[in-house]
Structure formats: structure tokens, C-alpha cells
């Protein structure tokens, strides 16, 4: 036998033979059920099924390893030993359930089969052991639909379908004019375990297994086989799971929270995992089976009725929530079923929480020890830091349209934030609507995982059954979407594709505006604006005090962990004075990314660069240059300002030029007017402009290379801005970036025009000031020849948008026609838009940072792309090395928090209790 | 002084400081002054100042090294001693001669000083020695005017101005009612110096210089400056001379070709620079200057005339062309002057030629044992090939329309070859034509270096004065335009724009056709259809036997040759069966590109192709597909029986589907009818085909995996054919290849779709055949990733295209606006769509095939870009180790011929004598 690999591992009783480690061969249910056997929490026996096996299935045209059956057998021995029952015992027998268990968790994407052993024989030992034939048939019927729904195929693929054992079910409620199933009898639902079993032999021509085992290596298949379903292959693709990571098979003893009053069932959070507050939270049902609270069909109570109800279960309960947030110091999430007074554990795992709660669980977990800042920073997902920004209602407007009598129903706060939008009633109405660029609330009865796409498209959810732990509270809490979950009173039609409210004349039609706030509750009729969250109050609107915040404490506390490891360097993107400010509010510590042509839309701007692009002559342009100087310089004043030192990357014109003319005819001939030129001279200088492939074409230094006199102009109001500004004892540090280089002479003509104007205007106004001359590193052209540029840049700036246009030959315009296609099929793992695609744009901008230092050592090098916000691209920007990255205003305490994990993910974790020594002090990146 | 740098050489007597092997330190012309000297040909003795000064002159402000005056001196005396007479003496003066002399030659782009050292004590000198006052008055005007021109800059720096010591000329001559200058005597010339100097004071406010010394620094200063004219700068960008080489300075004796009828100047060419035959060639005057030979002001009688004029002299000149043409081993360029009597070589030089001649000679010389078959293959630059390939005028159609009395004039054979297009009367209206698209023919009474671009532009150059060797046949030769030359009976007018005939009423105007045939100097009015060269007549017409053509036994030597050398094999881009069979011709050995789209673009198939693009559904589109496949099968039997065996590479549909559409409202209307569907619908499609960037946008593979039936359809078609063809016994060897490949996932797609299908249609028809499947590399992203699309692609093939098009970010169709700006400024040093980038685009092309070769040894790896034809791009191809280009079927000879020469140019060239041992037979890569 030790010579034999082990596939099977037991658990019961007080010790296991997995632990909690072992997640990527057991699962993380698997690994946590030992886990917990061996930490002393009650759980009922059984064993678990290795993530090998479902490798081994898939790799030989799904045959199991020929050692599996003697170790099923045998592990199977110790459970009947353990629980004092015998699966298939026509007297005791012991009863099973199977469920999945992968290495991540994936709610509800794979098929589970309860109830197992039963057939007519051993339903007699299950009535004799409880007395109950109802309770008895009641679960024969449910395993004989869910193996057959599951195992056998049943289930309609169509998922408008009907059930064929609801179907039945129906008719003999309806034959017996019963309205709810618990009107059924022992002997309906003994009627019914026969109609099942004859619907089954009808559809498969196969008769229902009746020995257990057979029944156990059915379910054992199902739920391997559940691993390549759709849904489950969807999901892993939204939470980057690998197929190859497999399901693990969880067998374990069925206990029952239906066997009567003193049973019951729940499942519970060691703190709140939608406001992060160190509570117990939870929800139980009494006599009900486990599947009944997380589907969401009959609406819990709080754990905390439970402390009444039954004082002694819920010390219990309490008390093993406490040796839990010990022993994995995290928040958990655990399932448990109380059998006729006994309470058992049945599962546990990390609890899935807002991100809001995420942040505060951490940070306390810190305060109270039990976890180091570096734990916690490695506990957030840096997207997650969006829910504490992220706007609310504005009070007074919502209070106005409560009074207005808009308030149309409350539910559970399940998913904080504020979301206002136009009603879908499926998710594929959802994703249609979002796709023609509307907001979406999606809004159902409850929801199910055939809905992930349709709620990744919404901005929130509503549903009117579930609760805190229902699938849609879970999943929207994860995507980080607003959800308000079982708010009963509406009344939903998907039929009519109407929302009716319970006690009102109100019905809502799909499309028409509603609002949700996640974090009240609360259901509104029509739009309502939303105001800043508390962060943006204290740092930007200044209407809050930072005092009077808890939220915008914790914020500040991770914020300052972060920062002191984080060694890259966080920039922002910005144009204007108000934007940099609110930047720096956000710990921005520069500018990477001053477009200057976002300044030439702005007033009376645009027609003083009209007139440049449609001068004829250099004298022409330069007096429509000469108008737009000061102007120009005025906004570089008020950013060096605002800026106090900090380096601020000016980049010089870039877009083609036909972007700053009209293209209708009125705007055509209106300008014409304006600009006192013929509209046939207007027209054919647009028609001369117009370009086949205009991201290919006369933009960025090309413009300066053919028109010299635009680069001079931006130099000068740069050099005199910042000339004017120092003067006035306000350090100043800019650098001045030419865009769309490709070739190391395009950089050097345009440098030369800056250097020549700077040492003029320096000269002009009798005072130095230092400077930078860099390019924008986005061509691949560039990339490769990093090595020749850097003997004059001083600075690369990645502009990873067009590298990824370029490398790709991919317009972002127009991906569109495949590009979504690319990323369901997994011909692309994500849209390189939106994640930096590492192994082949990244791979230039490893090679361009190397060639670059190998000319000059000291160059300085960052990222001013839209990736410069997106946490995995600010993971490899660290681990390649860059200086800083650059992102918008709003992402920048993103991007500070994924600097800091960079470092983490670089070393390993230092854990409370564990650590060896000090760490060193990062020092940032100059 | 041995510590001292030596910056100027003596030549002259038996004995030389220089030698010809240092053309980089003395310049082509003083290296072969040098050369001459010590190989006892007699050379009037001077003095090389080095190119090192020239260079010291541009890096030092221009001044000179300090020991360079003391060395100029120290020479001049030698070459006062060797000549017999004295610097600025007024009883013997010695003239002298200044002129430059770069590395590489460069006709009439520099200036030039005659008859330096006089002044009014020296003429005096003049007259007593010669005896011959007018003379040395009319030396002494020249060197006033042409010292005053070149290094007092009295030329107009506008071309079209008047020279002022021109219009002094003109009045003088107009005052005696003069036509001539040979009318003016002594004393109207004594006279014109006097007026001369007088302008020089007027406009300079400095009087001319009297000091021959002073004359003398002058002078070697105007020459070094003329390296940096504009004229200069224009040669050396088209000629790719670097700036740095700078120039030597010439300063050589005076000897006089106008000193009486015992006195002549001439040129000479060791062979026919035309045709290549080996007959002595040239053309000389007697009593002139030789200026007046080359600039083409007189015509001059052909060298052969000497034989009967003066056989002495003849014979003599017949042996200095043997000693030449057998110690430098080629065809010599040689300038003499007969000074009263006595012959003396001037300066000697590789001579220029067509590539006609170029080619004839070189095998000639093989044949001759004058050089090896390696040194031969390197005197031919590839695109000189295209001579031997260019057409013809069709005789029949040439006499007819001289019967029609269209035979306007005969003129000089100076450039051989036929060309038809629009008259230009100057350089400028040529450049302009050309741009609009028109072919031009530049007619002018005689060329000059400021028409080099207008000459450029032109298919061929017309003009009335100046023999072989005028400016124009040179530079005509040199770039491989038609000419004809010196076709006197034209009268051109420049003013009225028109060219009229002596003797005749014809008139054309500029815009009107003319034809001028460069083979027999013929020039006929309106448009000639031309024909094919000798080697194509008989290896695509089959008119001509090759045994009945010298022009083809020569062709076909030579490209023996280089296909015994080369190691890269040469493929060809064709499309149809035809085109396949021009290329093997032309000697390719395979298909490189074969686009299967131009296939769509035939008779009926474009229906088809249009039903499918609008098809709505997938049996729509499947259904429209199986009415291409057989039309597609058929093409590719067709292709795969020509290339018998040879592989043929086959692309997957590339172009985005809006190419098939129609974009004319009529055209959409009569589509729509054809095609049984509603306007709006196509025009909706035709709409949503519309893209930003359609080079960024949905096309290559995109397609294919999208509509993944393209794809399958093609394979078929493919697979079908070449099975088929197989069974009859013919060998065939398909490659197919997937486009625009950017992620390996794409090309797996892809792959897994054709292997499937082959496998398919081999089972159906019982038989197997040998296929690869590859990649274009045409994305930077492909290039970066190389090494994992080798896990899967088995060939390579660069599209050098597009993938300059990505890596630079620049659309071809866009870059009119600023590229040519860019390799006009030296941005660029050239067109990165005809040569290829090898900096950037070039740095993929080997990152992607060192990646590619690191994970499949053997991947076989070409380029089928345009590039692959252009020789430069063809070295490379060779250098980085690619085991074929392919080019258009024209192209292929040109790529043969620059394959070998990279394999020479990679090895040092064996030369005849000089071989150690037989040189390894080099094999072909496979």
C-alpha cells in the first residue's frame, strides 16, 4: 500500500489525514474540513477525493487510477466505523452527500448530490432510525431528483426549461390541490419517488441504481464531469482559475437540519462581511436543509436570534467561531446543520466581503494583532480599495425622494455603494443594454450562476429572494457590485418584463430608471445622483473630517502601510491645476502624464488652434502660436504650482491634427465664418487631413518634426511657466516628453528645438531652472532601439496603449469585432487593454528598460499607459523594474496599494508569530 | 618631422607618396594620380591634400592642422623642380590646378579652380612662354571668372539668375557684335579680366587676390566648403556617401589642351561604358579645355578619328589603356591632354557604366581571365540587372511611326533601354509630373548637377548638346535611366516651353509624349509601346533562342555564377499558374507568397466572395464558401503543377472582408440586386465593415478564427488540390500559411482547423501528402513571441510590410505627409518600405529567428515582404541567417544576384591570382 499513491483522504472524529495546506490536492472545502477535524471542531465523517483524480480523469479519456476503488473502500469502512452506521445497511444506513471542492472556491458552479444511499430498502432503516417516514420520503424524493436532474442528465440544457420532477411535483400538488410541498404526505412523496424513477426510466431506458455504491461512483463522475461545464469554465475564466488545477470530490455523512424542530441548519460569517464590523453574522433556519439558506428560498434569521432561541447552541457556535479567527486568523465563512440538537460543522473556508469590509477586517486584524501589515496588505485586492471610493447617495437628495414617496421597498444591504440605473429583468437584456452603453440594475426574482455575465455587466443587483449569503449577494460582493438582496416586496414579472411593488399601484417597466443603495438597502423609483464617498470627503471635497471617519481611518492606516513598502513610485495623469490637486490628496508624488492638446479644447482655445492648422504659411502658424503661448503657460503655471517640486511629465502635441477640426458641414461653415476663409479652403484642408489609418499617421513628434514651430512654442511656455514659478521660490521640476518616437533622430531634432528654447527664454528672463528631456517609449520600433535613444532621453515613459495597438496591429477602435471573442474563447487570457499583456508588450518593455539603463544608467524610466492603474500591470512594472508608474487621479491609491503587494509577491509574506527578524526598510525608487 | 602627421602627398615623375589602395585618406581621384605615377604612365606632377584635413577643416571651425602650410610648401617645390617652372614666378610661372577628390566620385557636385596663379606679372609669363597673348588672357578671364564664382561666391545661389561675369561676357561681345567668344582677341579679353576684377571689388569691397599663395589657400578652402554644398549633400543622400569621408584636395599642374591645333583634350573609356563591347571609347577636341569635353558645350569626335588624326599619339594612348585595363583589372574612365604635342594622363578612374555593359564586361573579364567569377558578381550592383530586363520598343511599331515621319531626331545611345512619357522642359516641372503619377522624359539642352532629382523623377533624359560622356550620360547611366544625348537638331525653348526640330514644322509643348529609344539614340514623337529585353524574349516569350541572344548567354553565365555562390534560396510571390511559371523562368525556386485573396478578385468568384461576406448565418456563409472551392482547388492545381514540386506557400484570406465590397452608390445598388437583398441591408454591412484603422483592424487569422469555415474551406481547397495533383504523379510540396498572427493561441486555432481538414480530405481520397503549416511574422508581437509560435508553426515567413508598418506605427498609405520630409532631412537614412529598417524592423526579423530556431531547430524561416527583392534587404536576409527571401518574378534575378553577392561581402572576395586553394563549395541552406 505505501508504495501506492493515496488519492483518498479521510476525516472524522479528531483527526484527519489532510490539513488545511493541503488546498491545491484537496480543495478548499476538503482541506478545511480536516483542517477543522484537527483543530477539534465537530464535523460529520467522510473523505475526500484528491484534485489528482479529476487531473488523472481528464488525461485518460475519463477512467479513474485503478487504486481509487480499494481506497474508496477502505476510507469508506472508517466513516461507518466513526458515524455508527453502514452505507446501504437496510437498518442503520449511513447516508451521503458528494459535492465538488476545487482549489478555489467556485459557489455554486458545480453539481452537488445529497442524500446518497437511499433507495427502497434503506429508506425503511432511515424511517425506522427517525421515526419520521415523511422526513424519510421526503429524502428519497429529493436524491432520486437530484441524481436525476444531476447524474442522469435530466435537467433541460435549455434553462427556460421546465425541470421534468418539478413538472411532476406540480401536477401532484395541483391533483391534490396543495399550494406548498410540506402540504405532501409520506405517502405523496413515496408516490412521487415512483413517478421520478418511471420519468427516469422513460428519458434514460435505464432503470434508477438502486445498489449505493453504483450510486456513489454516478455522483462521483457527476461531479468530476461538472468540472467542464459551462458555467464552471465561465467562471474560471472571470476569477483566472486554471483548468488544469481540477476538482477535488468531497463524500462526507449527511446530517439533517430538516429532521425536525430541533434541527436546523445555517451558514455564518466570523465578522460582517459587508461592513467588516467584528460581529458574528449569520443566518439559520430551523428544520431545513443547507441548500434551502443558500438558495435563497425561504428568508433566514439573524444568527443573533439564535443567542435566544437557543442560548447553549449558539455558545457553542461562538465559541468555535473564536478558535477559527484564531487559528486561520481571517474572517471565515462556515456552514453548519444542527441534527436533532446536535451541532456539527459542516464546512469552512475564507469568507468572501465587500470591499469595505476587506479593508477594515485587515487593518483591525492588525490592530488586534493577529496579523501583520504586510498580511493585510497581501488580503486586499487593490481593486477593492474602488468601494471606499466610490460615490453614495447624496442624503438630502434621497431623503427628498423618499418623501416623494420613491421609496419603493427596502432589502438586505448586500453589496455597499450606490447604483443608479435602468431596469433589466434578465441577464441577457443586461449585458444587451450595458453593451448599447446604458447603466444597468439587473433585477431578479433570485439568481443563479447562469447570471455572471449579465451581473458583470450591470453597476447592481436586486433581487427579492436571498439573503446576506444568497448566491447574488455573494458573487455581486466579490465583483464588487452594488446589491440589494430579498427585498421581498417586489413583485417581478418576466413575462410582462414588469417590477410591481407589493401594497402600491407602482409597476416599472424594463428600462425605466431605478437606484439602489448597497449600503441601506434601500430601492428607489427613478435616478438619483450620488455624492462622494467618505475618503473623497475628507481628501477632496474637505467636507469631512478626517476624525469624524472610521472609514476614512482605515483607508489612511492602509494607505501608510502600503507606502512604507512600496518601492515604486505612484504619478498621476493629469491636466489641470483642480486635477493634480485632487492627485495629490490621493498621494500621487507627480505628474507622468500632462497631455497638453487636452488644454487646447478648452475656451477660446480651439479656434486659436484651428487657425494654426489651417494657416498657409510659417508666419500664419506662428502668430496663431503666438496666441495660444500664453495661455498655454498660464496652465503650466497652475499645475507647477499646485505640483510644489514634484516632477511633473509634460508631454508635447500629439493627436493628429484633424481631431481639433468640425466635420459637419454646419460646424464647417461656421468656422469658415469665424476664421474668415472660404468654406471650400476649410473643407479641402479637412479632406487633405483625413487618413486611412490615422493611429499610423501625422501625429506626435511627427508634427513637430514637420512643424518645428509648434514644438518651440510648447518649450517656451513650459520653460517660461516654470521659469515664472521658481521665481516666485516654488521649486520646480518639469520634463518635457516627445511623443511617438520611433527612430533616435525624431528625438534629437525635437530635444534640440527644447534645449535652444529653454537656454533663449532662461537666457530672456535670468534665471535657471533644471530640466528633463524624455520620450514616450510607444512604438516597438523604440522598444528595440531603447539602447540608440537613451544616449539622448533622460526619461522613457512606457505609453503602453499604442504599444499594445502596435504590437498587437490591433486598433483598439476596432477590436471590437473580435476582440470580446478573443478573450471568451481564451485565445487572449484578458484584453490587453485593460491588463498589460506581459508576455509579449511587457516583454518589449523589459527589453526597452534594459537596453535603455545599458546607455545610461541612471535613466528614469515609468508607465503612463492606462495600465499604470491596473493592479497586475503595476506588479510587473515593479518586478521589471520601472521607477513609478502613472495612472489617473482616482486609481492612484490603487496603483500605491498593488506597489506594495508587488514587493510582498516579490518576498514571501511575513506572517504574525512567524517572522524572523526585522525586515528592511524599502527605500522608494529614485 | 617623421612625428608629424603627414597630410599631403606628391605624386609625379616615376614616383608617388600615394598609392591607388589609399582612396580613403586621398580621395578616388588623387589615389589613381598616385597609382598612375608608379606604373609609368605620365601625370603633370602635383600634390593631394589629404581627406583627414577635410575632416580636421569641419571639426575644427574650419581651420587647417598647423603643419600643413610648411607641407604644401615643401611639395610645391618638388612640383616646381618636376615641372620646371615657378610658383608666381613672372618669366615661368607654374599653373596650377585645384580640385577635390572624394573616396567615392562624385561628378560635378564640387568645385574646381583652373589656372591658379595668375595675375597681371604672371600672365605676362604666360605670353612670353607660349608666345600666345590671347591665350593667356583668356586663361587669365577664366580663372578670374571662375575664382570670383567659386571662391569669392559671385554665383547666384538661384539658378535661374545670371551669372555676372556671364553678362559682362555678354555685353562685351554684344559691344563688338560678336556671336562668339572665339571672336574676342587678346585685348577684349585683357580687357574682361580688368571688368572682371572691377565686379569682384564692386561686389565682394575686396580686391582680387594677386598672391598665387593667397590664391592658392583660397581656393583649397572653396573646395573643402563645396563638400558641404547643397548639391553635394542632395548626390551623397541618393548615393548613400557618408559626410564624414570628406574630401581630398588635387592640386596638380597645369597642362593646356587650347594651347593651338597641337593641343587637345579628351576622355576615354577602356571599353564601350554603353554596351560593355571590349573597343576603346572616347572622344576628344582639339584645342580645348577639358572642361569643354564634359560640360558638353562642344561635341567632340570619337577617340577611333585619333587613330587617322594622329596615330602616334593614338598608339600611345592605346598602350597607357592597356597597362591600365590590366594592373586595376577593369574598365577605366580616363581624361588626357595633348599639350603642344605631349600626351599626359589627367586623372584615371574605375569608369561608370549601364548595367548592361557592367554585366557584359564582367563576364567578358571571367572569360578573359582578367577576374575572378567572384570579383565579377561583385562589380554588379543587383538592380543594374534590371537593364537586361527592362523592355524594349517593339521594332515594328518604331518603324512605323517613322514611316509616319515621327522620327523626330537621332541623337547619342547614352543610356540604354526604351522609355515613353510626357516632355519636361526642367527639373522642377519633372519632379512635379512625376508626383502626379505621370511618366516624364526630362529634355534639356544640357544637364547639370542641379537636375539631379529632376532626372531622378524621370523614366529617361533627352538632350540637345554633350557626347557619352556629358553630365547627363554619366548621371543617366549611373541611376540606370534611358538616354539619349547630344541630339543637336532639337530646339528647345525654355521660355515658350517647347522643343521644335531643325528643319521641320514640329513643335511639342511640355506634358506632350515623346519616346526616345537609349540603345539607338532615336527620338520619336508620341507614345511607343515598348517590348521585352533579350532574356526576357527567351525565357518568358519564347521568341528568341537563347544561343541567337549574347545579351542572354551573358545573363545566364552570370547568374550560374551567383547561384553557385549564394546560400539563401529565392522564392517568388505569384498568385496564378502563369505568373508561377514567369518565375521559374527567372529561376525561383519556390513560392514564398501566394495571396489566395487576388484568387478572389477573378470573374464570378467575386459574387461569391460577396454573398459570403453578407451572409447572415453560418449556412449562408458555408453555402457561399462551397461555390469558391472548387474554383480555389482549381487555381492551386493549376500552381501546384507549374511549380513541380517546388514548395508553395499559400495564405489563409488576409485583407478585411470591406476590400470585396462595393462603396459607389451604384455599384451598392447593383449589388444588392445581384445578390437578392435589400439596399439598406448591404449598405448596413457595408457600414459595419467600416473600421478607425483597417490596418489594425479585423483581418488575417482574425478572420479565420472568427468564421472559422474560411479557414476550413481554404484547406480544402488547398489539400484537394495538391492530392490530386499528386496522383498523377506530380510531386507537390504545399506550405500553408496563417496571417497576422499576433498570439499562439491564434496559430493553433488555426492549425488544429487545417490538420483536421487534411486529414479529412487525405482519408476521403486514400492518399497522403506532406504538408507544413506556418506563420507570416508581421506583428511586433509575433516577432517577440517567436519562440512559442515555433512550439507549433513550421515555417516562418517575415511580412516585412507590415511589420515595418507596426514596429515604426506607421501607415503606408499615410506617410506621404511627413516620410518623404523624413528621409529628405536625414531622419531616416532611407525609405523604410524599400530598404528594409535594418536597425529596428530588422533587430525583430533576428530576435524573432534566433527565438524561433531555440525551440524548432530546423524551422524554416524566409521573408516575402517587398523587401525581399531589394538588394540591401537581401544581404541582410542572408547575414541574419534566413534560409530564403522571396520576391515579385521580375525581382528574382535581382535577389539571386545580391544573395551571392552577401555571401561575398560576408567572405573577403577571391581575386584572380591571388586564390589560396579552390574555395569550398558552397551549398544552399534548405
Redesign the interface.
Known amino acids: 500500500m505505501s508504495n501506492k499513491r493515496k488519492y483518498v483522504y479521510y476525516f472524522g472524529g479528531k483527526k484527519a489525514d489532510g490539513k488545511a495546506r493541503m488546498k491545491g490536492l484537496l480543495g478548499g472545502k476538503g482541506a478545511n474540513l480536516a483542517e477543522m477535524v484537527n483543530i477539534g471542531i465537530p464535523v460529520p465523517a467522510g473523505f475526500t477525493i484528491s484534485t489528482e483524480v479529476c487531473t488523472y480523469y481528464y488525461d485518460h479519456k475519463k477512467k479513474y487510477p485503478k487504486e481509487l476503488k480499494a481506497q474508496i473502500i477502505a476510507s469508506l469502512k472508517k466513516v461507518e466505523k466513526r458515524m455508527g452506521a453502514k452505507f446501504g445497511d437496510v437498518k442503520n444506513p449511513l447516508l451521503l452527500s458528494v459535492r465538488s471542492g476545487a482549489r478555489a472556491s467556485m459557489p455554486g458552479m458545480m453539481d452537488t448530490i445529497l442524500n446518497l444511499g437511499l433507495n427502497d430498502e434503506t429508506v425503511k432503516g432511515l424511517i425506522e432510525k427517525t421515526n419520521n417516514p415523511r422526513f424519510a420520503y421526503d429524502s428519497y424524493r429529493r436524491f432520486v431528483q437530484m441524481y436525476g436532474d444531476v447524474v442522469l442528465g435530466l435537467k433541460p440544457e435549455d434553462k427556460h426549461a421546465e425541470d421534468p420532477f418539478e413538472v411532476i411535483l406540480h401536477q401532484k400538488k395541483k391533483k391534490y390541490g396543495f399550494k406548498l410541498d410540506t402540504e405532501l404526505t409520506a405517502e405523496h412523496l413515496k408516490e412521487l419517488v415512483e413517478e421520478f424513477k418511471a420519468e427516469i426510466k422513460n428519458k434514460t431506458k435505464h432503470d434508477f441504481p438502486t445498489d449505493p455504491i453504483d450510486q456513489l461512483w454516478g455522483a462521483v463522475g457527476a461531479v468530476f464531469g461538472s468540472w467542464m461545464n459551462e458555467r464552471a469554465i465561465i467562471y474560471r475564466r472571470l476569477n483566472n482559475i486554471p483548468a488544469e488545477w481540477g476538482t477535488a470530490v468531497n463524500v462526507q455523512s449527511m446530517v439533517f437540519g430538516n429532521m425536525g424542530e430541533d434541527s436546523g441548519t445555517g451558514v455564518a460569517f466570523t465578522r460582517d462581511p459587508a461592513n467588516g464590523e467584528n460581529v458574528f453574522y449569520g443566518e439559520y433556519l430551523f428544520n431545513a436543509q443547507g441548500e434551502d439558506v443558500v438558495a435563497g428560498i425561504r428568508t433566514p434569521h439573524p444568527i443573533l436570534e439564535l443567542k435566544k432561541e437557543s442560548p447553549a447552541l449558539y455558545k457553542k457556535l461562538d465559541h468555535y467561531r473564536d478558535i477559527l479567527e484564531k487559528h486561520y486568523r481571517e474572517m471565515m465563512d462556515v456552514e453548519f446543520t444542527i441534527q436533532q440538537g446536535k451541532l456539527w460543522m459542516l464546512q469552512c473556508r475564507v469568507g468572501k466581503r465587500t470591499g469595505f469590509a476587506a479593508v477594515k477586517m485587515a487593518v483591525d486584524m492588525v490592530k488586534e494583532k493577529l496579523i501583520t501589515k504586510e498580511e493585510a496588505i497581501a488580503r486586499i485586492e487593490p481593486n477593492q480599495l474602488n468601494q471606499l471610493l466610490r460615490p453614495i447617495f447624496d442624503n438630502t437628495e434621497k431623503q427628498k425622494a423618499i418623501g416623494e414617496g420613491r421609496l419603493l421597498a427596502k432589502g438586505l444591504n448586500a453589496g455597499p455603494g450606490a447604483a443608479s440605473g435602468k431596469v433589466a429583468l434578465n441577464a441577457h437584456d443586461a449585458e444587451v443594454m450595458a453593451a448599447a452603453g446604458d447603466k444597468v440594475i439587473l433585477v431578479r426574482i433570485e439568481t443563479s450562476p447562469e447570471d455572471i455575465k449579465g451581473m458583470n455587466a450591470s453597476e447592481g443587483i436586486l433581487t427579492a429572494r436571498g439573503g446576506m449569503t444568497s448566491h447574488a449577494a455573494l458573487v455581486a460582493r466579490q465583483m464588487g457590485k452594488v446589491c440589494v438582496a430579498g427585498c421581498s416586496a417586489l413583485k417581478i414579472n418576466y413575462k410582462d418584463k414588469t417590477v410591481g411593488v407589493e401594497g402600491s399601484n407602482i409597476s416599472l417597466n424594463e428600462g425605466d430608471y431605478i437606484s439602489i443603495d448597497g449600503t441601506t438597502g434601500e430601492v428607489i423609483e427613478g435616478k438619483l445622483e450620488s455624492k462622494p464617498s467618505d475618503v473623497i470627503q475628507v481628501l477632496i471635497s474637505k467636507t469631512l473630517k478626517a476624525k469624524q471617519s472610521s472609514v476614512y481611518q482605515t483607508y489612511n492606516s492602509l494607505m501608510k502601510w502600503a507606502d512604507s513598502i512600496r518601492k515604486l513610485n505612484v504619478r498621476t495623469n493629469a491636466d489641470q491645476p483642480d486635477q493634480s490637486a485632487n492627485a495629490l490628496a490621493f498621494g500621487a508624488e507627480g505628474i507622468g502624464l500632462c497631455r497638453t492638446e487636452h488644454m487646447f479644447f478648452g475656451g477660446d482655445r480651439i479656434t486659436a488652434v484651428r487657425k494654426m492648422i489651417v494657416s498657409d504659411s510659417l508666419e500664419e502658424r506662428k502668430a496663431a502660436l503666438a496666441e495660444l503661448l500664453p495661455l498655454q503657460r498660464s496652465d503650466f503655471e497652475g499645475i507647477f504650482k499646485v505640483m510644489n517640486g514634484r516632477p511633473v511629465t509634460i508631454r508635447t502635441l500629439d493627436p493628429p491634427l484633424h481631431e481639433f477640426l468640425p466635420h459637419s458641414a454646419s460646424e464647417i461653415s461656421e468656422l469658415a465664418a469665424e476664421l474668415n476663409i472660404s468654406e471650400k479652403k476649410l473643407k479641402d484642408k479637412i479632406e487633405s487631413l483625413h487618413?486611412?489609418?490615422?493611429?499610423?499617421?501625422?501625429r506626435?513628434c511627427?508634427l513637430g518634426?514637420?512643424f518645428p514651430e509648434i514644438t518651440e512654442m510648447q518649450a517656451r511656455a513650459i520653460i517660461e511657466a516654470a521659469v515664472n514659478i521658481s521665481k516666485k521660490g516654488i521649486k520646480v521640476s518639469p520634463e518635457i516628453m516627445i511623443p511617438?518616437v520611433?527612430?533616435i533622430?525624431?528625438f534629437k531634432?525635437q530635444e534640440d528645438i527644447v534645449r535652444r528654447v529653454a537656454n533663449e527664454v532662461m537666457k530672456e528672463k535670468g534665471k535657471k531652472i533644471k530640466y528633463l528631456v524624455g520620450t514616450m517609449i510607444?512604438?516597438?520600433?523604440a522598444a528595440?532601439?531603447a539602447d540608440?535613444i537613451a544616449t539622448r532621453a533622460e526619461f522613457f515613459s512606457f505609453g503602453t496603449n499604442?504599444l499594445t495597438?502596435?504590437?498587437?496591429?490591433?486598433?483598439r477602435?476596432?477590436a471590437g469585432?473580435?476582440l470580446p471573442?478573443?478573450v471568451e474563447?481564451?485565445?487572449?487570457p484578458s484584453d490587453p487593454f485593460e491588463a498589460l499583456?506581459q508576455?509579449?508588450?511587457g516583454?518589449?518593455v523589459e527589453?526597452a528598460t534594459k537596453k535603455g539603463r545599458s546607455s545610461r544608467k541612471d535613466i528614469k524610466v515609468g508607465i503612463c499607459g492606462e495600465h499604470g492603474g491596473e493592479p497586475s500591470s503595476v506588479e510587473f512594472c515593479h518586478r521589471v523594474g520601472l521607477d513609478y508608474v502613472s495612472c489617473s487621479p482616482f486609481r492612484v491609491p490603487i496603483a500605491r496599494l498593488a506597489a506594495a503587494r508587488a514587493v510582498l509577491n516579490g518576498n514571501s509574506v511575513k506572517k504574525k508569530g512567524k517572522s524572523k527578524g526585522k525586515q528592511k526598510k524599502s527605500s522608494k525608487r529614485k
Open positions: 487618413e486611412f489609418n490615422p493611429m499610423l499617421g501625422f506626435g511627427r518634426v514637420a511617438l520611433s527612430h533622430e525624431e531634432l510607444e512604438l516597438p520600433r528595440i532601439t540608440e499604442d495597438q502596435t504590437a498587437f496591429g490591433l486598433s477602435d476596432d469585432k473580435f471573442l478573443y474563447r481564451d485565445i487572449l499583456d508576455s509579449g508588450v516583454q518589449l527589453i
